[in-house]
């Protein structure tokens, strides 16, 4: 019955790991059919977050909101993402920047931006207080009972919940709705959209905006759930594997999603590790770096073969040749 427990555990942190992951792999997808290269998922994270530890903290103790304050939170993160992607929108839409400089630079923005701003708001600390209402785990009647898998996928964070809920939502808007089909034609072919009389940069604009949204829940997700708190290394490049499990994935929701897990699945390994005790003979470095080691050998495996859509990092230009 013990390895039965152990794949419990397993699956069970696989879903908590992945869920940011997942939440900001969809909002990558958004982007990138619309044409947007959105290498600043990281950022994207980071501020969201931020904004989503601040808001539980300053809501819940110090405006006595209580339970209340994280799912408020939420929404500020949702909000902080859009505001930040809204720099790249204007950065790589309008005025044509190159979007990976622009990406980095913002990836480097937020990481600055919100280090200063913890500073300032919690008398130079290097990282907030512990969130003292964070999210809890919802548990579902009589599904949650059952053996094994019962605490693994029927106990879970509420953000679980809502990324699956985000990939089923993403794949009915880009692919069952009209605003869908025009999102992804301008990401394979703007200038015949533009001839149909699709708004190239508006619907540019929409896909960044509801990238940051994502993201930016991914991040508070981190915040509001396993860390409790948000510093320097809350994040620490999980906006980079949301970015490559987007990839993996083929730019399609449910591809990033199967990713995500996946990559969730070796944080979760990592933990399982450590709980058997192999940290004895594994040094305990090595077995952190395993997320990043797979990350970088499937990316070596797949960039290069999976096909991007076509106008992907390419300016738009009305009227242009």
Not at 149 to 171: D, E, H, K, N, S
Request: glycine share 10%.
């Amino acid at each position: 019955m013990a390895w039965l427990l152990s794949l419990g555990d397993i699956i069970h942190n696989t879903l908590v790991f992945s869920t940011a992951l997942i939440l900001a792999a969809v909002g990558g997808v958004f982007s990138e059919r619309s044409g947007v290269v959105n290498i600043a998922l990281e950022g994207l994270m980071i501020v969201g977050a931020f904004a989503g530890a601040v808001t539980a903290i300053f809501l819940g103790e110090g405006a006595g909101w209580g339970d209340a304050a994280p799912y408020v939170a939420l929404a500020v993160a949702a909000l902080a993402g859009m505001l930040f992607a809204l720099l790249h929108a204007v950065a790589t839409v309008t005025f044509r920047a190159d979007q990976v400089v622009s990406g980095v630079a913002l990836n480097f923005l937020a990481f600055g931006f919100t280090i200063f701003m913890v500073k300032l708001l919690f008398d130079g600390a290097a990282q907030t207080t512990t969130i003292q209402h964070p999210l809890s785990e919802w548990r579902i009647p009589v599904l949650s009972e059952i053996p094994v898998i019962g605490r693994a996928l029927f106990v879970a964070y509420p953000t679980t919940y809502l990324a699956f809920l985000a990939v089923a939502a993403a794949y009915f808007v880009l692919w069952k709705t009209p605003f869908g089909l025009r999102l992804r034609a301008v990401g394979e072919h703007p200038r015949a959209a533009d001839t149909l009389g699709i708004h190239v940069q508006r619907i540019r604009y929409y896909a960044v905006l509801i990238s940051g949204a994502l993201a930016g829940l991914g991040g508070a997700s981190v915040a509001l759930t396993t860390t409790s708190n948000f510093s320097h290394s809350t994040i620490a490049g999980q906006g980079f594997i949301a970015l490559a499990a987007m990839i993996f994935g083929k730019w399609h929701p449910v591809g990033a999603m199967l990713a995500a897990l996946f990559f969730g699945l070796t944080q979760a390994a990592r933990t399982i590790i450590q709980v058997l005790g192999l940290a004895k003979v594994v040094p305990v470095d090595l077995i952190n770096l395993l997320p990043y080691v797979v990350t970088i050998l499937v990316l070596a495996g797949v960039v290069g073969r999976a096909e991007a859509p076509a106008a992907l990092g390419k300016p738009y230009v009305k009227g242009g040749r």
